[in-house]
Structure formats: structure tokens, C-alpha cells
């Protein structure tokens, strides 16, 4: 089992520019969360779904970040008309099922700079 | 609200004695506490979890809950121990996970 995927590891944006983040789960996992770790700070929640279905979005910012599982395919973090504030990792994990004592499984994440 | 707490940004020791990363949270219901580690070029895993009550690589951790603390420890660290440390939570019925800012140890020969 390869684990979680994310591509790309590196993305450089320019202000303004649009960013898409994605994420494989690992092989049978159909749980999705995304994390942002922002410069010396500790990883922070952003979403969770499952395929087709966002959960809990209550950490992604009101704007320009939206989030998707399809049915098919990676799960997508896009990041419209990015500020350098968005610069930051981003980390996908995955798990079986949901719920509180699942463990939850971490990609390498995507580096994102906007310049 | 959740929140997590490692006072140490940096902790240095040398190869063989005991070392402990602090962890502090602030709950107020019954929470789960986890250590991952993010090695060198490596992703974050999970190190261990409070309730499964593991020795994990000789790291242990208990849950304090009169002192909300959930310290791992070492009794003789191993240079290859060398890592980034969180400590996170998860409360309630809830799958979002609380990290702490990190402890990066240094295990020095």
C-alpha cells in the first residue's frame, strides 16, 4: 500500500493565481481530512469527507478555499485567487472510517508558496 | 475549546539519557491524545495514542487529567529518536485533530 499520496509536493503561485491540492487516500480509506500547517505553527483543521460528500468544513476559510471528493479520483483542495498568506503546507490524511479512535493516516503534503 | 500546548520549540539531549516532551491540553469533556512524529523527510505518523496504553520505540505517555498533561517520555534516547514531535487531540465524537506547535528533538552522540 503505497499511503497517502499528494501532488504536487511543491506549488508556487502567483497572487492571484488558482491553486489545486491533491490527495489519494490510502488503498480503502474513504475518509478525507485536509490540514494547513501555517509557518511555526502546528497543523490546523480545514475539512472532512467522504466520497462525494463534505462532512465538516468548519475550518475552511469563508472564502476562496473549497474542497471536493468525487466519486472517482483524487479529493481536491482548490485555492482561488491566492495571497501570500495561503503559503503554507497542506496535509491530507485519510482513514477507514470517521469518528474519534480512528487513526488517522498523513501525506507528505503540499508546499504551497505564493509570490 | 480544544487546545494544545508544547512549551519546548527545541529540546536537546545527549544519546542515553532520559527525555521527556511536554504536552498540555485544555478540554472539557474526556479527550483522546495522540504523539505523532515526523521524522526527517519522512510524513507525520502516528507514534501513539493514550488509549491503547503502548510502549511505541520505548516512548511512553500517560494521560494526566487532574494536571491535563500528556508528557512523552524516554528513559535513554537513541540519536535515531531525532525527530519532530506533536502532540494532538481529539475530543468527543469528534475526528478533528488538535496539534500542539511541535517539540523538534535533537539527539546528540
Known amino acids: 500500500n503505497a499511503g497517502v499520496m499528494q501532488n504536487p509536493r511543491h506549488l508556487v503561485r502567483r497572487r492571484g493565481q488558482e491553486a489545486r491540492l491533491r490527495c489519494s487516500p490510502m488503498?480503502?480509506?474513504?475518509?478525507v481530512y485536509w490540514y494547513r500547517q501555517l509557518p511555526e505553527e502546528g497543523l490546523k483543521f480545514m475539512v472532512y469527507?467522504?466520497?462525494?460528500?463534505?462532512?465538516?468544513e468548519s475550518g475552511m476559510p469563508k472564502e476562496r478555499f473549497s474542497a471536493e471528493f468525487p466519486k472517482e479520483g483524487p479529493s481536491i483542495l482548490r485555492i482561488q485567487q491566492v495571497v501570500r498568506g495561503d503559503s503554507a503546507a497542506y496535509f491530507c490524511?485519510?482513514?477507514?472510517?470517521?469518528?474519534?479512535?480512528?487513526?488517522?493516516?498523513f501525506g507528505p503534503g503540499t508546499r504551497l508558496t505564493v509570490t | 475549546a480544544q487546545r494544545v500546548t508544547q512549551p519546548e520549540k527545541l529540546l536537546s539531549v545527549f544519546k542515553g539519557a532520559p527525555v521527556e516532551l511536554k504536552c498540555n491540553y485544555s478540554?472539557?469533556?474526556?479527550?483522546?491524545l495522540f504523539w505523532y512524529v515526523q521524522y526527517s523527510r519522512q510524513r507525520l505518523q502516528l507514534l501513539l495514542r493514550?488509549?491503547s496504553r503502548e510502549s511505541i520505540k520505548g516512548f511512553t505517555a500517560d494521560l494526566n487529567k487532574g494536571e491535563t498533561s500528556f508528557h512523552l517520555k524516554k528513559p535513554f534516547a537513541q540519536e535515531e529518536d531525532s525527530a519532530m514531535y506533536y502532540c494532538?487531540?481529539?475530543?468527543?465524537?469528534?475526528?478533528?485533530?488538535?496539534f500542539g506547535k511541535g517539540t523538534l528533538l535533537t539527539v546528540n552522540p
Open positions: 490524511a485519510s482513514s477507514p472510517t470517521g469518528g474519534m479512535g480512528y487513526e488517522q493516516y
Open positions: 488503498k480503502g480509506h474513504s475518509h
Open positions: 469527507l467522504q466520497k462525494e460528500n463534505i462532512i465538516d
Open positions: 478540554y472539557s469533556g474526556s479527550p483522546e
Open positions: 493514550h488509549i
Open positions: 494532538a487531540l481529539s475530543g468527543g465524537s469528534n475526528y478533528k485533530l488538535t
